[in-house]
């Protein structure tokens, strides 16, 4: 018998930088053909939801199928509202750190769907526990733009108190949690805050978002087995926007062929859905709520979307991936096709939307304005030094009073 030599195997992507883009490897399936289960159902029966992909809105932009949560033209003008303010405030500040007004900054071009609609379908008293691309959240439930500049820039006004990097938000009186830049910390916190509301017995929920490469980390894994155990009511959103990183998903998935299948290994609903469809995203996180709160247990939910930008400002997306590729991703963009839906029902149009874009553009920039009149990140005003020594004990010990003592403040 001849020997074959081993060889160890590294997964790779299909497309390299220089060359075409190209996503016909992926298969998507028709709006509407998925089935809706009552969400009492047993999660090991969702294993045909996790390997398909929920999509509500088709090719003509009209809401199809058992999914489409029939939302009033109200709601969607919101969310399409919180989309484009999304996109503009990221846009704007991308700008302004290019300018060398702030040392960090990271879009969520293309995935604005994702936080918008999850956040809308959800009440505003559940916490939620968020990555680093779901300041979409953040504008759903009413955060003052102000305040989150004034964080971006490290001011006086900053609540953080320069703490922590830009867009690592955080908001008590909004039931946002601090967002940690290790990857997947936020997904245990979620379980166990879960696991406390189910005890308390408040009828208040939790839900996290991690990456497609988090699914990677040893925090995901413990934290499945702890939301499987104990009924935990959570809604763990894996957003798979194709890249952690540098890192194509393929190297997070291994052999999975979805996301939304490592749910069920724990025996956990798991859900695939199109994340660049706001009524797909809308109508699984309303379905995984309710299946929460009536004490059934937890839900996985893979959103498939791309991540249209670079990781952040510190990464250069053209070194791992061919140009162009969000230009020809299949599944479109989530802004432009809730605009078109709402067309389609005669309840918005191209010139409705400039001037929302024109609105929400004057409003961001007037923002800034105000933010830097209480401090620059270069001048200042800052948070004063003494307060480095606060919020970390309720009673300061022997060590700390030395400490302040030895800065003299």
């Not at 995203?281 to 309303?286: G, L």
């Not at 997306?317 to 230009?327: I, L, T």
Request: aromatic share 8%; with cysteine; glycine share 10%.
């Amino acid at each position: 018998m001849a020997h074959t030599e081993p060889r160890f195997h590294v997964p790779a992507p299909h497309v390299r930088p220089g060359d075409t883009p190209d996503f016909s490897h992926i298969v998507i399936p028709p709006a509407g053909e998925a089935t809706r289960p009552d969400p009492s159902v047993h999660g090991m029966e969702t294993q045909a939801l996790a390997l398909g992909l929920v999509r509500v809105l088709d090719h003509n932009h009209q809401a199809v199928g058992e999914w489409d949560p029939k939302l009033d033209a109200d709601v969607l003008r919101e969310g399409l509202r919180h989309m484009v303010l999304t996109r503009v405030y990221d846009d704007r500040m991308l700008k302004l750190q290019r300018q060398g007004k702030m040392s960090f900054y990271m879009k969520s071009t293309g995935e604005e769907a994702v936080a918008v609609a999850g956040a809308m379908a959800m009440s505003k008293d559940d916490m939620v526990f968020p990555s680093y691309r779901q300041q979409g959240i953040l504008f759903a439930r009413g955060r003052d733009i102000v305040e989150m500049m004034c964080h971006c820039i490290s001011n006086s006004r900053d609540n953080l108190k320069g703490r922590q990097l830009p867009v690592h938000y955080t908001w008590a009186e909004g039931k946002f949690f601090s967002i940690s830049g290790n990857l997947a910390t936020q997904l245990p916190q979620a379980v166990g805050y879960a696991m406390a509301c189910e005890y308390r017995g408040d009828g208040e929920i939790a839900a996290t978002w991690i990456g497609d490469g988090s699914t990677a980390e040893g925090d995901f894994h413990g934290a499945m087995v702890l939301a499987s155990t104990y009924r935990a009511p959570v809604i763990v959103n894996v957003v798979n926007n194709q890249w952690a990183i540098s890192t194509f998903q393929g190297i997070a998935a291994g052999e999975a062929p979805t996301f939304a299948f490592k749910g069920l290994g724990y025996g956990v609903a798991s859900l695939r859905i199109d994340g660049n469809d706001f009524l797909a995203v809308y109508a699984a996180t309303q379905w995984a709520a309710k299946r929460a709160r009536e004490g059934h247990g937890a839900t996985v939910i893979e959103h498939f979307t791309y991540r249209a930008d670079a990781h952040s400002t510190s990464d250069d997306p053209s070194g791992y991936r061919p140009k162009g590729e969000n230009e020809i991703w299949p599944l479109g963009d989530p802004i432009e096709r809730l605009k078109q839906h709402l067309i389609g029902l005669g309840e918005w149009d191209e010139a409705r939307h400039a001037v929302l874009e024109k609105e929400l553009n004057e409003m961001v920039i007037a923002s800034y304005k105000e933010a830097e009149s209480h401090g620059t990140l270069h001048d200042g005003p800052l948070s004063p030094v003494n307060s480095m020594f606060e919020d970390v004990y309720a009673e300061p010990d022997w060590r700390l009073r030395r400490q302040r003592q030895d800065l003299g403040v």
